[in-house]
């Protein structure tokens, strides 16, 4: 495939529509690992449980400068899904970036964990997010979230609570209430309600 695509790496989507929450779980350079809407070709196969991704991009230098990325993600085992992914782009805010996600499956409920490491050009950071879906019914359900950020010499962290209602296959709510300290030390409280409408 090829055109304007979003980048492979990352548990969270990068669209509001399919986010568990209103927020997403990193706030500084570690939120740039995905979310980035690049100019490329993108190649993607599978072998049994295994599906590959590989990427190469216009990664906005003067020159025709490419940034790449590589994704592979594992099936195998029954309602258990890893991803592992690299991207490489001397250009971009991030400039090298490891991540690692996996998810898994149990009735109603999702559990998720993920690990990213990134260097950029004025330093380097990690962090990692912890989720819980519980599926209430069809149309509602409730979704707790706790993620860390560390970059340089300040540390981010969150706790997250949003509940979900689905009016429609097409509209939906989110309401979200989002505790935690950034990475200046400074205590910080975020309420929101979102609805989104999708066709």
């Given at each position: ?11 969270e989507s990068d669209e509001p529509n399919g986010l568990y ?6 706030s500084g350079n570690l939120n740039n690992v995905g979310q ?164």
């Amino acid at each position: 495939s090829g055109g304007r695509m979003l980048n492979l790496l990352g548990y969270e989507s990068d669209e509001p529509n399919g986010l568990y929450t209103y927020s997403d779980a990193y706030s500084g350079n570690l939120n740039n690992v995905g979310q980035q809407y690049n100019d490329g070709v993108r190649a993607t196969f599978g072998v049994e449980d295994i599906a590959v991704g590989l990427s190469a991009y216009d990664s906005g230098g003067a020159d025709l400068d490419l940034g790449y990325e590589a994704q592979v993600i594992f099936t195998g085992l029954e309602n258990l899904t890893v991803a592992v992914g690299v991207a490489d782009d001397d250009n971009a805010t991030i400039q090298e970036a490891f991540n690692v996600w996996a998810s898994y499956e149990s009735g109603q409920m999702t559990l998720a964990a993920e690990y990213s490491d990134a260097e950029a050009a004025g330093g380097d950071g990690d962090g990692y997010l912890l989720l819980v879906n519980y599926q209430i019914n069809d149309n509602s359900s409730i979704t707790v979230r706790y993620s860390e950020e560390d970059w340089g010499a300040g540390q981010a962290e969150t706790l997250t609570i949003s509940p979900n209602y689905s009016f429609t296959d097409n509209l939906g709510a989110t309401i979200e209430y989002s505790t935690g300290e950034n990475a200046a030390g400074q205590d910080v409280d975020v309420f929101a309600i979102e609805t989104t409408f999708t066709f």
